[in-house]
C-alpha cells in the first residue's frame, strides 16, 4: 500500500516548521530543502490552513507557521484529510467502481477496518511526538538554531 | 492511502475461485467477469501459484484453482506478498529515496507501524471469512450452481 504523495509533503512541511521551532518559513524555503515543486507544496499548504494546522504570516518575515502547539497536532487528522479523497481499492470510490461483487463483498468491510487500525496507529501520535528531535532536524535542514525546548518525549507514540 | 492493483486483482481472483466450488477456471473466464486484462491477471496468477495459493491444471478442462482450501489461505500473507514491492512513502523505497531527513526521521517508525497494524487486520482474516457468502458471489459472478457447503463463519475476521 503507498501514501499519495500529498501526505507525505503534508507531513515533511509540518515537520519542517516544527523543527523551525514556530518562525514562518516561506513556501520556496521548504520545497528547496525537499527538491520538490514550490506549486505542489502551495496546495498543500493551503489545505493545511484549511483545516487549521498552519497559517499564513504577511509582511518581509513572513511565510507560514504551525497555528497551534506541535503537541497539539494529531498526525491521524493530517493523514485522514489528506487520503479522503483517495480509494483503498476500485470500489471505495465515490463512484463505487465497476467490480461486480460489490454490493455483496464482504471482503469491504475487512479492509476498512484494516484502513481504520492504520490510521489509529496515527491518531496515537501528534507532531511533536515525531519532531521531537528537533535540533537534529533542524541541523539536516540547514534551519540554523531552533529555541532549545527540553522534552522527554518519544516516538512511536503513546 | 491505496492498494495496488495487483492486490485487488488477486483478491478478486481468490475470491472467484473459492465461489467456484474448487473447480478449475480459466484466467480468460475470471478477467471477462471483470473486465479486466487477461495479460494482467496471467502475472498475478503466476504470483499466486509461487506461494502455493493457486495451482494450474492442464487439460480440456483445466484452467486455474486454489491450491488448498480457503480455510487456509490467509489474506495477510497474500497482502504481504502483493504489496511486497510498493513503498509506503518514498523513504520506504528499497533506494531510500531523497527526503534529507530519512536518517533521524521518527515518522518513519511510525508509519511502518501503521501499516503493520493494517496488516495485521488481514492477517486474522482466511479467504473462507469473505467468500463464506458463496453462492450469492457464485451467482453474480455468472459461475453456475457451486456445490452446496454449511458454514457459519462470517466477516469481519476473528
Redesign the interface.
Given at each position: 500500500?503507498?501514501?499519495?504523495a500529498r501526505?507525505?509533503y503534508a507531513?515533511?512541511i509540518l515537520?519542517t516548521l516544527a523543527a523551525n521551532g514556530g518562525r514562518p518559513m516561506t513556501i520556496a524555503e521548504i520545497a528547496v530543502?525537499?527538491?520538490l515543486s514550490v506549486h505542489h507544496l502551495q496546495k498543500i499548504v493551503w489545505m493545511l490552513g484549511q483545516i487549521g494546522i498552519t497559517r499564513s504570516i504577511r509582511g518581509r518575515s513572513g511565510g507560514v507557521a504551525l497555528a497551534k502547539p506541535a503537541g497539539s497536532i494529531n498526525?491521524g487528522r493530517i493523514l485522514r484529510e489528506m487520503?479522503k479523497d483517495?480509494?483503498?481499492?476500485?470500489c471505495f470510490r465515490v463512484d463505487g467502481g465497476?467490480?461486480?461483487?460489490t454490493?455483496?463483498?464482504?471482503?469491504r468491510?475487512?479492509?476498512a477496518?484494516?484502513?481504520e487500525?492504520?490510521?489509529?496507529?496515527?491518531d496515537g501520535?501528534t507532531l511533536a511526538?515525531?519532531?521531537?528531535?528537533r535540533e537534529?532536524?533542524a541541523a539536516?535542514?540547514n534551519l540554523g538554531e531552533p529555541p532549545k525546548v527540553s522534552s522527554t518525549q518519544?516516538?512511536?507514540?503513546s
Open positions: 500500500m503507498r501514501l499519495n501526505s507525505d507531513l515533511r515537520m530543502r525537499f527538491d498526525l487520503e483517495t480509494a483503498l481499492v476500485e465497476a467490480c461486480p461483487i454490493p455483496i463483498c464482504r471482503l468491510g475487512v479492509l477496518e484494516a484502513r487500525a492504520f490510521l489509529q496507529v496515527l501520535c511526538d515525531v519532531a521531537d528531535n537534529a532536524l539536516l535542514l518519544t516516538a512511536p507514540c
